[in-house]
């Protein structure tokens, strides 16, 4: 079962962008918001059993208000490291 491979701790551990959970959530300030739009110049199409339905293209934003810069310095040593990124 995967859950047998979790971590036991979660404060040693570090994620793919070098951050620790803990130090990832700690760093988090409290507030967030979400933003969901739907833009009518662009379709697409949703399977549904034998038909479709066209609905206008879906984007989503999440962002949350930050204490420090922990997140934004792991991302962007993670993003660094990744050799199709943009330097």
Not at 47 to 54: A, E, H, K, M
């Amino acid at each position: 079962m995967w859950t047998r491979r979790w971590p036991r701790s979660r404060s040693n551990s570090k994620s793919a962008a070098g951050i620790s959970l803990d130090d990832a959530l700690g760093s988090l300030g409290g507030g967030y918001g979400v933003i969901f739009t739907l833009d009518d110049s662009k379709e697409v199409t949703l399977p549904i059993g034998t038909n479709s339905l066209d609905i206008p293209s879906p984007a989503l934003a999440i962002f949350f208000k930050v204490k420090n810069d922990a997140i934004y310095n792991a991302l962007t040593k993670s993003r660094r490291a990744c050799p199709w990124s943009p330097k």
